[in-house]
């Protein structure tokens, strides 16, 4: 079955670039996905990519998929504080599919 | 534009009683979700209606659990008799699905606690 996979913490300092990381095992997947959930929150839609893209940025976000290793990014240029948070990968098999697979998120946390 | 609309945001009862959470989607999404967030087990999907029909609702743990979505703005889910095994995050999400993707959208959360 599907499967997505990532770490459960990552630290960095105030200013210094994040990069989460994500591996998936669905072949089929079309759109990956980016969510942010802060403390006591929902989740937030971050940003998503379609499979047939290698890379996405929006302002401090750039988003790396590398389709042949199943694998995708996230980075956070300058991380703030305010960027301390759980992040989650998420695939969906394809266009009109409902079916959302996230994975376990990963735990920011930012070092003023 | 309102986001998907939940309620209550914080339930604490006792184990037995009835709980019904209530969700209204983002105007025009024809799809609703709810989904389980617990430390243990993560984000689970219990149920998922599209135009107002229950589609799959595999991820419904037991009996106990119900949902409705009697018209394309409102839905409910429902434990009965609550225990405490129950207790967790509730979302309910909502997103247009259709021939291109669309991301689901978060409500809140309820988060619920049954003693």
């Known amino acids: 079955g599907e499967d997505v996979e990532q770490s459960l913490f990552l630290s960095v300092r105030e200013g210094d670039s994040s990069v989460i990381n994500c591996t998936y095992t669905d072949s089929s997947s079309t759109y990956l996905y980016w969510y942010k959930q802060e403390p006591g929150a929902g989740l937030q839609l971050l940003t998503y990519i379609f499979s047939n893209m290698d890379m996405k940025q929006d302002q401090r976000l750039t988003v790396l998929l590398n389709k042949k290793d199943k694998h995708l990014s996230l980075r956070i240029a300058d991380t703030q504080t305010g960027d301390s948070a759980i992040y989650f990968c998420?695939?969906?098999?394809?266009?009109?599919?409902?079916?959302?697979?996230f994975g376990k998120g990963t735990k920011l946390s930012v070092i003023p | 534009d309102a986001g998907v609309i939940q309620s209550p945001r914080h339930e604490v009862t006792e184990m037995g009683q009835e709980v019904t959470l209530r969700c209204k989607p983002i105007s025009g999404h024809n799809s609703l979700f709810w989904y389980r967030q617990t430390m243990m087990r993560g984000l689970e999907l219990l149920i998922y209606f599209n135009n107002n029909v229950p589609i799959d609702d595999s991820g419904m743990p037991e009996d106990r659990f119900s949902a409705k979505m009697p018209n394309a703005s409102f839905s409910t889910l429902k434990i009965q008799p609550s225990e405490p095994r129950d207790s967790a995050v509730y979302f309910c999400?909502?997103?247009?699905?259709?021939?291109?993707?669309?991301?689901?959208?978060f409500g809140d959360g309820t988060r619920l606690s049954i003693l």
């Open positions: 999400a909502s997103s247009l699905v259709e021939g291109s993707n669309q991301p689901q959208h």
């Open positions: 998420a695939e969906t098999p394809g266009a009109g599919s409902y079916q959302l697979t």
